[in-house]
């Protein structure tokens, strides 16, 4: 089956400056795969400085990788050139966390939406190109009469974000990277942007990469997940037995941070608690050890991801009971 993108064991180390010899691993060795003929959404999750955005921005070729590669349709993102560069900067579009810096204040909705058509040359006429701005702006759920020939600040924030996808998706893209899409958004809305998401996976045939610490929205907009913890994947497989049955420390205090629907139960109230995060460097062993309650001293050397089901894996010594897997092969836990 032909691949959409390939993550191949792909590192990310930044320099503390020019002066200085320490560095930090912004991602540590991840890899995973998409299909071209099996449009999904696959949610990477973790808290600030996990290594999400570096991800996004590694997959969109704004950073070059330390070691590792990231394939798009069998060729180095980083050695395209000519048509296959253009295509790729058309297939794969993304829309970030913030709906109101993407926006010149001084140009209309109809200047967004233009730009993209004529860069590509999608359209041979005004008029051609007036369609595709309607058809992508009712395809996220907006009236083109309530927002073209308006200015930004003349819209909320929600309808802002809609907009951006409706950018996105006017390009028919195959891959769309949503970093925080709702974030900023008001909660009323924010279930409108994830429906959108959703239809543009299943009625468009694009898949999506969802980057977000919020476990609640991942749940009911993915279906995989993959948990990040300083740049290290901690936990792997399908959203619904990760955030039911969370098996690596980390996964469940992130799943513990969640506001439960019962009075009765306060936030934190779990059986593991986080050590306080000290200063010591054990980047050679697991990221989380200093402030896993669990850390053994075998931590202090690289865990391998353990298969616990076929849908699931983690990155955690209590469970060396069972299989490892090569990080290569993670994606084979995350279902389309």
């Not at 420390?249 to 109230?269: A, F, H, K, Q, V």
Request: proline share 6%.
């Amino acid at each position: 089956m032909p691949h959409l993108l390939e993550f191949k064991n792909v590192t990310k180390v930044f320099s503390r400056g020019l002066l200085s010899r320490t560095s930090t691993t912004a991602l540590n060795n991840v890899s995973f795969t998409l299909n071209e003929n099996e449009p999904t959404i696959v949610t990477v999750a973790g808290e600030s400085g996990s290594g999400k955005t570096t991800l996004a921005m590694l997959l969109l070729g704004f950073l070059t990788p330390s070691s590792g590669r990231i394939l798009y349709q069998g060729q180095d993102i980083h050695q395209l050139r000519g048509d296959d560069r253009m295509a790729f900067r058309r297939e794969v579009q993304a829309v970030f966390q913030d709906p109101f810096a993407v926006f010149n204040p001084f140009y209309t909705v109809d200047h967004l939406l233009s730009v993209p058509i004529d860069r590509f040359k999608l359209a041979k006429t005004k008029a051609q190109a007036r369609n595709k701005m309607e058809e992508a702006l009712n395809a996220v759920g907006l009236r083109p009469e309530d927002v073209l020939g308006r200015f930004p600040h003349q819209l909320s924030g929600g309808q802002r974000q809609r907009i951006n996808v409706a950018r996105a998706l006017v390009l028919k893209p195959k891959l769309l990277v949503a970093d925080e899409p709702v974030s900023m958004v008001d909660a009323s809305l924010r279930a409108n942007i994830l429906e959108t998401l959703r239809d543009m996976q299943r009625d468009f045939g694009v898949s999506i990469l969802y980057i977000t610490h919020d476990l609640t929205t991942a749940y009911h907009v993915a279906k995989s997940i993959i948990v990040l913890y300083r740049g290290s994947v901690m936990e792997a497989g399908d959203v619904d037995s990760v955030i039911k049955r969370p098996q690596h420390p980390y996964t469940r205090l992130l799943i513990d941070s969640i506001p439960w629907p019962d009075i009765n139960r306060r936030w934190g109230e779990t059986e593991i608690k986080a050590k306080e995060m000290d200063l010591a460097d054990h980047s050679a062993g697991c990221r989380f050890y200093a402030r896993c309650p669990f850390a053994m001293e075998k931590c202090k050397i690289q865990p391998p991801l353990f298969r616990l089901q076929p849908t699931q894996a983690a990155l955690c010594y209590l469970h060396e009971q069972y299989p490892q897997i090569a990080p290569e092969k993670l994606t084979e836990l995350l279902p389309v």
